[in-house]
C-alpha cells in the first residue's frame, strides 16, 4: 500500500516565537526565539522501533513522536518499520507498512530492501537493546549495512560500561548513523568518552511530553477514588529493579505522620517479564504490603494505562517517585512526563534524575533507602509552598519538551542529516574484558 501524498509549507524557515509568561506563576518563561526549518517539498521519513499496540516505552516513544512529526508538519509520508517480539503480532495503524520478527535475521534484510524500494529520504531508528535479535541486539547492523539512505539514530540507552557485544553493536551504529540523538547530556559525554563518538554528530533532543495544563491534584483524585487523599504515585510496567518495594517499606513512617496519604503503583507487568515469570513481582508487592500492614494504602491499577487516561492518572498525584534501584538509566520517559505535568518529584539519582531534576526542581534520595524516601515524602507533605514551588519550577522546565517543540527538533535534524551527511568516521574505542585486563583492543566497523 503506498503512503498518502503530502505537501509541506514552501517556506524554508518559519519563526517560533517564545511563549509568552505563565500568568498562573507570574513573571517571564519566555525561551529565547528559534527557526524552525521547514521542509520546501516533501520528505519521506521512515521510523524504526516498536509501535503501539505493543506495550513498552519504546512503543510510547515512537508512537507519540510521529504522531508529533505528523501533527506538526502535516505528513502522511511518515511510515513505521515496526518490531515483533517472539511470535506475538498486533493490529497496528496505517502508518505500520513492515514488520520484523525479532530472532529472524532474514526479516531484517527483508525490511532493509524494502525501505530502499520505497524512494525514502531517511530512516530514523529507535534503538534500544533489548528490543532486537541476536547478541545485544546485533542483528539490526544486518538493517542497517544494506540502507541506501541517511540514517539517524535516537539512543534510548547509552551504557558507561558496556560489555563487549554492546560495545561493538553501539560502535556499528555510531558509524552507520548520520546523526545519532540522545535525550541528556549525561548520554551525550558518554558517546564522546567512552564511545569516541564526535561532537558534532551528536543532537540533544529532550524526550518528548504531551502539552498538559498546570492543574492541582485534587480535580483527578475522585476517578481514582482518592478524593481527600494525599497520593504518592509510581507509573509504567512492573519489573524488578524498579525498587518500588523501597517505596512501599517507607509507608509506615510516612502515614505515622500523614495518615491519609496512599501509594499508587499504576502500570501492567512488563510482558517480557510476564512471559518469564508471570505477576510474581506485583504478588511480592502486594506480600510486602500486607506484611508491613498498609496494603489499604498501597493500590495497584494493573493494567497498560492508555494515554487518554494517562493525564488524568498523573494529575491526581501530589508528588510522583521514581525509586529506581540503579544509576545506569539514561532516560525515562515517565520522569519527563511527571515533569511536563508540574509533579513534585522524588527520585534515586539514577543519571536522568540527576540531570532534570536539579536546581531544586525534585529531591535526590540514596538508592534503596525507604527511611530517604520517608523523609523527603514527609517534607514535601509538610510544606505546601515548598512542594507548589517545586511543581512551578518542573512545569517550567519541561516547557521546551513538549512533542511540538520536540517534533520540529526532529525535523531541523532530519534536514541536516539530508543536506550535509556525516562525512565517513572511522569511530575507534578502547574495549575492555569483562574481567577489566590491563590490554585493551581497538574495535573498527
Known amino acids: 500500500m503506498a503512503a498518502p501524498n503530502t505537501t509541506f509549507s514552501s517556506q524554508s524557515n518559519r519563526l517560533i516565537y517564545p511563549e509568552g ?22 520528505i519521506r521519513i521512515a521510523v524504526i522501533g516498536n509501535h503501539l499496540p505493543r506495550q513498552c516505552g519504546i512503543a510510547t516513544f515512537t508512537t507519540d513522536l510521529c504522531n508529533a512529526i505528523a501533527a506538526e508538519y502535516g505528513t502522511a509520508q511518515l511510515s513505521v518499520v515496526a518490531i515483533n517480539d ?6 497496528y495503524p496505517e502508518r505500520v507498512r513492515f514488520e520484523i520478527s525479532e530472532g529472524d535475521l532474514a526479516s531484517y534484510r527483508a525490511a532493509a530492501e524494502f525501505l530502499n524500494a520505497e524512494d525514502l ?24 549495512k544494506h540502507l541506501k539512505m541517511p540514517v539517524i539514530t535516537t539512543l534510548h540507552t547509552v551504557l558507561r560500561e558496556p560489555n563487549l557485544d ?26 564522546q568518552e567512552v564511545f569516541r563518538v564526535p561532537a558534532e554528530k551528536i543532537e540533544l533532543i ?5 502539552d498538559l495544563p498546570f492543574e492541582q491534584p485534587g480535580i483527578y483524585k475522585s476517578r481514582f477514588s482518592c478524593q481527600g487523599k494525599s497520593v504518592l504515585l509510581t507509573f509504567g510496567l512492573l519489573s524488578p529493579n524498579k525498587g518500588f518495594e523501597s517505596v512501599i517499606q517507607a509507608m509506615p513512617s510516612i502515614l505515622a505522620r500523614h495518615s491519609n496519604a496512599v501509594y499508587m503503583i499504576a502500570g501492567a507487568t512488563h510482558p517480557h517479564v510476564r512471559a518469564r515469570e508471570g505477576d510474581r513481582y506485583r504478588l511480592e508487592l502486594q506480600a510486602l504490603a500486607k506484611k508491613l500492614g498498609v496494603e489499604q494504602q498501597v493500590l495497584f491499577v494493573n ?30 520517559g515517565t520522569l519527563a512526563y511527571a515533569l511536563g505535568a508540574g ?17 531544586g526542581r525534585g529531591l535526590l534520595v540514596p538508592f534503596e533507602s525507604p527511611a530517604a524516601i520517608a523523609k523527603a515524602t514527609i517534607k514535601l507533605l509538610d510544606d505546601d509552598k515548598a512542594r507548589q514551588a517545586m511543581r512551578e519550577r518542573a512545569y517550567l522546565y519541561a516547557r521546551p519538551m513538549v512533542w511540538k517543540r520536540v517534533a520540529q527538533s526532529y525535523m531541523a535534524t532530519i534536514l541536516r542529516a539530508r ?24 574495535v573498527s566497523a
Open 206 to 210: 529532550p524526550h518528548g511530553i504531551p
Open 121 to 144: 529520504d531517511l530512516v530514523c531508528l529507535q534503538h534500544e537493546y533489548g528490543i532486537f535479535g541476536g547478541k545485544s541486539g546485533n542483528y539490526i547492523i544486518e538493517l542497517l
Open 343 to 359: 509533579k513534585a518529584i522524588i527520585s534515586t539519582p539514577y543519571w536522568h534524575a540527576a540531570e532534570v531534576l536539579d536546581h
Open 419 to 442: 543536506v550535509r551527511p556525516a562525512e565517513p568516521v572511522q569511530i575507534g574505542f578502547a574495549i575492555q574484558t569483562n574481567t577489566r585486563e590491563a590490554d585493551q583492543r581497538a
Open 86 to 91: 517472539g511470535q506475538s503480532s498486533y493490529s
Open 21 to 42: 509568561p505563565h500568568k498562573i506563576f507570574g513573571g517571564n518563561s519566555a525561551l529565547s526565539l528559534k527557526l524552525a526549518p521547514r521542509p520546501q517539498r516533501p
Open 166 to 191: 554492546q560495545r561493538v553493536v553501539m560502535h556499528k551504529i555510531a558509524a552507520r548513523s548520520d546523526r545519532l540523538i540522545v535525550m541528556s547530556q549525561h548520554s551525550s559525554r558518554i558517546l
Open 303 to 332: 493494567r497498560f494505562v492508555a494515554p487518554e487516561e494517562m493525564a488524568a492518572l498523573v494529575g491526581s498525584a501530589d508528588i510522583y517517585v521514581t525509586p529506581y534501584c540503579h544509576e545506569a538509566q539514561a532516560v525515562s
